[in-house]
């Protein structure tokens, strides 16, 4: 079994991906904000361990670090490379496991997760 997304990559949080990205970075009150990647005029908090909405009726509720580089690069296959690519010395792979060999598996738990995400929002959402 391929650990999850999250557990490779355990070392990386919002802030640093807004940073490599050379996003704008905007300080609130003490509160880190950067734009939607997809529609500038929401803004995104930045957690410890998330982005979250900062406007009401942004389209994107909140969304963690894979889903806020998909919205960036546009596909789950672009996250994989960029995070393979940029963090490689932060993956924390188990032992046994290369970098090649999680790739594809990462993407289809990306996009299955995202799925079932949407799927149950779908259902649950009073709107």
């Known amino acids: 079994m391929h650990p999850a997304a999250e557990q490779i990559l355990r070392a990386v949080d919002p802030y640093r991906v807004a940073s490599d990205l050379k996003l704008p970075l905007e300080n609130k009150d003490g509160l880190l904000f950067t734009k939607d990647p997809q529609d500038p005029q929401y803004d995104f ?15 994107t509720p909140g969304c963690n670090i894979f889903g806020f580089l998909k919205l960036h690069l546009g596909s789950y296959e672009k996250v994989v490379d960029y995070v393979l ?33 949407e799927e149950r929002s779908h259902i649950t959402s009073p709107w």
């Open 45 to 59: 908090q930045i957690s410890r361990r998330e982005f979250i909405a900062a406007n009401y009726g942004n389209p």
């Open 85 to 117: 690519d940029s963090y490689h010395n932060l993956i924390q792979a188990p032992g046994g496991l290369s970098i090649d060999s999680i790739r594809a598996p990462l993407i289809d738990s990306l996009t299955e997760a995202r799925q079932q995400f």
